[in-house]
């Protein structure tokens, strides 16, 4: 595991838990600001330190790897090759403004939907005795 990931690994581990750098300080008897240098990769834990940390938080040698594996799954391994397979424009400026755009459009479907569920709703609340509008054109009978 790079040091980059284990910082990361840690650093999640410890928020999963609840726990700020000073309460896992208190908790495994370091220094929030070694915790502080390890969670930004400055510095590395030894064997005996990370077994501190993670006994500490609950947690075994095990839950590095597995939380490693979830944090790997989340990040983006898209290349400039699978954007142009997928369409998408190239570039960071390019792919910023598609999702922007994207969100955008995601917004309005979902403000339009959440209207339409209150429309629903509120003319469920009447109950079977809604009667439906006549259609134009057509009468209605007492």
Same mark, same amino acid.
Do not use: A, I, K, M
């Given at each position: 595991m790079a040091d980059n990931d284990l910082a990361t690994v840690s650093t999640v581990l410890r928020v999963i838990r609840g726990l700020n750098q000073e309460e896992l300080a208190q908790v495994s008897g370091l220094r929030s600001g070694n915790i502080s240098d390890y969670e930004r990769g400055k510095m590395v834990p030894g064997f005996n330190t990370a077994q501190r940390l993670l006994g500490a938080m609950g947690y075994s040698f095990g839950a590095l790897d597995q939380a490693r594996a979830l944090i790997s799954s989340l990040r983006?391994?898209?290349?400039e090759d699978?954007? !142009?397979a997928w369409g &998408?424009? +190239?570039?960071p400026a390019a792919l910023r403004r598609e999702v922007q755009r994207v969100a955008a459009e995601a917004g309005r479907v979902v403000f339009r939907f959440t209207r339409l &569920?209150?429309?629903v709703m509120s003319a469920s609340a009447f109950g079977p005795n809604l009667q439906e +509008?006549? !259609?134009r054109g057509t009468t209605t009978q007492p």
């Open positions: 983006p391994n898209t290349s699978d954007l !142009q &998408l424009p +190239e570039g &569920l209150f429309v +509008e006549p !259609q």
